[in-house]
Each structure stands twice: as C-alpha cells, then as structure tokens.
C-alpha cells in the first residue's frame, strides 16, 4: 500500500540536542511538507519541497532544518536553536506542488523535549 | 494575509446532522479543502471544492461554498459515532508555483448517543 510513513510515533529529547524526525513516502509524489501542530491551533507550515535537492522556508522555519536528498524522503531536523521544539509534528506530501493537488499526510511524530 | 477561522467545538446527536462552518480571507484560492483528524493520527482528506462551484456532495457529505461571503461549510448527514474527530478547513494560496495550504483551527466535532 502507498503512504507517507512517519518515525518515530513518539520522541523524547532533553533540551540542547538536536533530533532528527524521519519521512518517507512511496507515493511517488514530487512535492513534500512539513507541519507543526499545536493544541488548539491549526497547521503551521515549517518547510516545504517542490522537488529533489530543493526546498523553501515556511511560515515558521526558524530552528529547523530539512534535506530532500532522494525524491521518498524529506528529514526534519529541530536544533536546539528552536525556543519551544515540543510539538505534533506532521509530513505531508502532494503528486505536485499546485493548488489543485491535494496534501495526503502521514500519522505524524510527537515530540517532548523536557 | 491568509487567515481561516472555524469554531472550535460542535456537538451533535447520533443520526442527526453536523454543520461545520468555516471563513476564509484569501479570495485568489481556487481549492478549498476539509480534512479529518482522529486522536493522536495525521490528516485525512474529506473532500475539495473548486472555487467555481458552489456545492459538491460526497456521500454524507456535502459542501457548500459562498465565494462572496468566502464562507465555506462542511455538511456531514446521518451522523454516527465514528465522525467523532477534529475538522479542518484549508485554504490553497500561490507561491510562485508552489501551493501552500493555510489551515483553520480545527473544530472538534462530538456526537453523542
């Protein structure tokens, strides 16, 4: 079956270190996102890919990183440069980077950093 | 800029109907999605309207669009137990040639026996 598969479920980190949060999917799809999620609050976006080897800022990258080395993967890194990394973290990915092209996403990451 | 807003909470009866409300600022959308959450899982897409249609029904769900009024609301019939979830409503905005959705906050939407 295709998807977008999103690991860990859970991630327990202390503050200062970074963490890396995995995203793959073998939907063959071009484009791929990233979104914070917080209670009460809608989606954010963080980074966005149209395309392998690029990628673009969100509306709130500050303290994030991203690669997107090989078309089925996007990684997120959150540095210890993010003031409040605790958060529901949700890839998403779409056929192509259009407004007609709808985002299917994957069952998301949650992170703690105490 | 983009904003969408949603109430935040909705609770209806089993087999009765839940209307979810939705407004929207960004008048060159041209897609208007809603999307379903269940606990602790990602975003499931419901359904999509073209900004040149003014409804669309999918089964038990229906879709109404006011482009004037950039009012957008979800009609889910019958309703069961199972469309206990948080509901979302997005916006598509251009980006050079990027899509970029801009989401509401989601209304939790809770049916009761």
């Known amino acids: 079956d295709g998807g977008i598969t999103q690991s860990p479920k859970y991630l327990f980190r202390k503050e200062g270190q970074n963490v890396t949060l995995s995203c793959e999917q073998n939907l063959n799809h071009d484009a791929m996102y990233w979104y914070r999620q917080d209670p009460g609050q809608g989606l954010r976006l963080i980074y966005y890919s149209q395309i392998v080897n690029d990628f673009q800022k969100g509306d709130i990258a500050e303290g994030y990183s991203v690669s997107r080395e090989k078309k089925e993967s996007f990684p997120l890194t959150v540095t210890s440069a993010q003031k409040n990394p605790t958060a529901f973290y949700l890839c998403a990915s779409s056929r192509y980077p259009g407004q007609n092209s709808p985002l299917h996403f994957g069952n998301g990451t949650r992170l703690t950093v105490t | 800029g983009e904003d969408v807003e949603q109430s935040l909470f909705l609770s209806v009866r089993e087999g009765d109907s839940s209307v979810i409300n939705c407004t929207y600022t960004d008048s060159s959308s041209t897609y208007l999605y809603w999307y379903k959450q269940e606990p602790g899982a990602g975003l499931q897409l419901l359904t999509y309207?073209?900004?040149?249609?003014d409804m669309k029904q999918d089964q038990r769900l229906t879709v109404l669009l006011n482009k004037k009024d950039k009012h957008l609301s979800l009609r889910i019939a019958d309703t069961q137990t199972g469309d206990s979830a948080i509901y979302f409503c997005a916006e598509t905005s251009n980006t050079g040639t990027a899509s970029k959705l801009t989401f509401g906050t989601g209304t939790r939407l809770q049916v009761t026996l």
């Open positions: 309207i073209f900004s040149n249609m």
